[in-house]
Nanobody, 124 residues
Framework: QVQLVESGGGLVQAGDSLRLSCAVS????????MGWFRQAPGKEREFVAG????????YYADSVKGRFTIARDNAKNTVYLQMGSLKPEDTARYYC?????????????????WGQGTQVTVSS
């Protein structure tokens, strides 16, 4: 079993930055590709960013490309999402997830383990 715990969410103004963290425990962290997803009320869960097992491959949703940065530290069993130039439309609950795939997958249904999420609210 893998446990994921997100932190770092909050209420910010448009244009601000936030850094989300996801601490992972229970299994070998480097055996999992990691993804960040978000879900706003009434909307489907959407892929935000993903990083491969080694950190060598990274992929972003078009909506966040150039503003968000995903990174992982395999020594600390943690994945991060640095969010900049935040917009009101970034408001959502953000989840990290672990996938035992070698590739980065954008479909949330492929991910095996999920955290409880952290709320990000961006005011205009």
């Amino acid at each position: 079993q893998v446990q994921l715990v997100e932190s770092g969410g909050g209420l910010v103004q448009a244009g601000d930055s936030l850094r989300l963290s996801c601490a992972v425990s229970g299994r070998t962290f480097s055996n999992y590709a990691m993804g960040w997803f978000r879900q706003a009320p009434g909307k489907e869960r959407e892929f935000v960013a993903g990083v491969s097992r080694s950190g060598g491959n990274i992929y972003y949703a078009d909506s966040v490309k150039g503003r968000f940065t995903i990174a992982r530290d395999n020594a600390k069993n943690t994945v991060y999402l640095q969010m900049g130039s935040l917009k009101p439309e970034d408001t959502a609950r953000y989840y990290c997830a672990a996938d035992d795939s070698f590739a980065i997958r954008t479909d949330w249904r492929h991910y095996d383990y999920w955290g409880q999420g952290t709320q990000v609210t961006v005011s205009s």
